[in-house]
Protein backbone atom coordinates (compact mmCIF):
# COMPACT_ATOMS: atom_id res chain seq x y z
CA UNK A 1 0.00 0.00 0.00
CA UNK A 2 2.93 2.38 0.69
CA UNK A 3 5.01 1.04 -1.77
CA UNK A 4 4.31 3.53 -4.89
CA UNK A 5 6.91 6.13 -5.31
CA UNK A 6 5.87 9.69 -5.93
CA UNK A 7 7.87 12.04 -7.63
CA UNK A 8 7.15 16.13 -6.80
CA UNK A 9 8.65 18.22 -9.62
CA UNK A 10 7.47 22.01 -9.70
CA UNK A 11 5.84 22.83 -12.97
CA UNK A 12 7.01 25.10 -15.54
CA UNK A 13 6.32 28.56 -14.72
CA UNK A 14 4.89 29.21 -18.38
CA UNK A 15 2.40 26.87 -16.80
CA UNK A 16 1.50 28.68 -13.61
CA UNK A 17 1.59 32.37 -15.71
CA UNK A 18 0.82 32.17 -19.57
CA UNK A 19 2.01 35.29 -21.88
CA UNK A 20 -1.73 36.17 -21.50
CA UNK A 21 -1.72 36.27 -17.90
CA UNK A 22 1.62 37.68 -17.66
CA UNK A 23 0.38 40.63 -19.88
CA UNK A 24 -3.27 40.61 -17.80
CA UNK A 25 -1.08 41.27 -14.41
CA UNK A 26 1.28 43.82 -16.21
CA UNK A 27 -1.44 45.58 -17.44
CA UNK A 28 -2.79 46.15 -14.29
CA UNK A 29 0.12 47.08 -12.47
CA UNK A 30 0.85 49.57 -15.27
CA UNK A 31 -2.59 50.88 -14.56
CA UNK A 32 -2.52 50.78 -11.00
CA UNK A 33 0.92 52.90 -11.06
CA UNK A 34 -0.83 55.80 -13.89
CA UNK A 35 -3.62 56.49 -11.74
CA UNK A 36 -1.66 56.74 -8.29
CA UNK A 37 0.83 58.92 -10.03
CA UNK A 38 -2.32 61.08 -11.16
CA UNK A 39 -4.07 61.04 -8.28
CA UNK A 40 -0.67 62.17 -6.01
CA UNK A 41 -0.41 64.93 -9.02
CA UNK A 42 -3.42 66.20 -9.03
CA UNK A 43 -2.97 66.35 -4.90
CA UNK A 44 0.01 68.60 -5.29
CA UNK A 45 -1.51 70.93 -7.68
CA UNK A 46 -4.22 71.10 -5.77
CA UNK A 47 -2.50 72.04 -2.43
CA UNK A 48 -0.23 75.05 -4.49
CA UNK A 49 -3.26 76.84 -5.52
CA UNK A 50 -5.08 76.07 -1.83
CA UNK A 51 -1.43 77.76 -0.16
CA UNK A 52 -1.78 80.22 -2.94
CA UNK A 53 -5.47 81.60 -1.75
CA UNK A 54 -4.31 81.25 2.21
CA UNK A 55 -1.38 83.81 1.63
CA UNK A 56 -3.61 86.41 -0.64
CA UNK A 57 -6.11 85.83 1.81
CA UNK A 58 -3.61 86.75 4.78
CA UNK A 59 -2.36 89.78 2.86
CA UNK A 60 -5.95 91.37 2.44
CA UNK A 61 -6.33 90.67 5.79
CA UNK A 62 -3.13 92.16 6.96
CA UNK A 63 -3.84 95.21 5.10
CA UNK A 64 -7.75 95.63 6.15
CA UNK A 65 -5.82 95.61 9.88
CA UNK A 66 -3.50 98.27 8.99
CA UNK A 67 -5.98 100.46 7.37
CA UNK A 68 -8.25 100.11 10.81
CA UNK A 69 -5.13 100.76 12.97
CA UNK A 70 -4.99 97.24 14.32
CA UNK A 71 -1.46 96.25 12.94
CA UNK A 72 -0.24 95.63 16.69
CA UNK A 73 -1.87 93.78 19.17
CA UNK A 74 -1.57 96.95 21.59
CA UNK A 75 -3.69 99.01 19.40
CA UNK A 76 -6.18 96.32 19.47
CA UNK A 77 -8.86 97.17 21.88
CA UNK A 78 -10.41 93.36 21.75
CA UNK A 79 -6.74 92.33 23.14
CA UNK A 80 -6.76 95.34 25.57
CA UNK A 81 -10.26 94.31 27.16
CA UNK A 82 -8.76 90.81 27.85
CA UNK A 83 -5.69 92.03 29.55
CA UNK A 84 -8.71 94.26 31.46
CA UNK A 85 -10.71 91.44 32.30
CA UNK A 86 -7.52 89.27 33.65
CA UNK A 87 -6.08 91.84 35.59
CA UNK A 88 -3.19 91.01 33.71
CA UNK A 89 -0.49 93.57 32.03
CA UNK A 90 1.29 92.40 28.45
CA UNK A 91 4.71 90.85 29.83
CA UNK A 92 2.75 88.75 32.22
CA UNK A 93 3.81 85.18 32.67
CA UNK A 94 0.16 83.84 32.44
CA UNK A 95 -0.27 86.34 29.71
CA UNK A 96 2.58 85.00 27.92
CA UNK A 97 1.45 81.36 27.99
CA UNK A 98 -2.35 82.05 26.71
CA UNK A 99 -1.26 84.20 23.71
CA UNK A 100 2.08 82.87 23.02
CA UNK A 101 2.40 81.47 19.45
CA UNK A 102 5.04 79.16 17.89
CA UNK A 103 6.91 79.59 14.66
CA UNK A 104 7.83 76.85 12.36
CA UNK A 105 9.69 77.15 9.48
CA UNK A 106 7.80 77.41 6.32
CA UNK A 107 10.63 78.45 3.95
CA UNK A 108 9.55 75.16 1.64
CA UNK A 109 6.71 76.53 0.13
CA UNK A 110 6.26 78.47 -2.80
CA UNK A 111 5.64 81.66 -2.42
CA UNK A 112 6.25 83.44 -6.13
CA UNK A 113 3.02 83.84 -7.39
CA UNK A 114 1.20 85.33 -4.31
CA UNK A 115 0.35 89.18 -4.58
CA UNK A 116 3.24 90.38 -2.17
CA UNK A 117 1.93 94.34 -2.58
Known sequence: MFSQNYSYAERPAALILGRRGFLKVSGLCIGAAVVCGWAIGDMVSRRSSIILAR?????????????????????????????????????????????????????????TEAAHV
Not at 67 to 75: C, E, K, R
Open 55 to 111: QAGLYQDDKLCQAMGLASSHNNPVVMSVYKTMKAKPVDHTMHELLHTHFYSRSMLAM
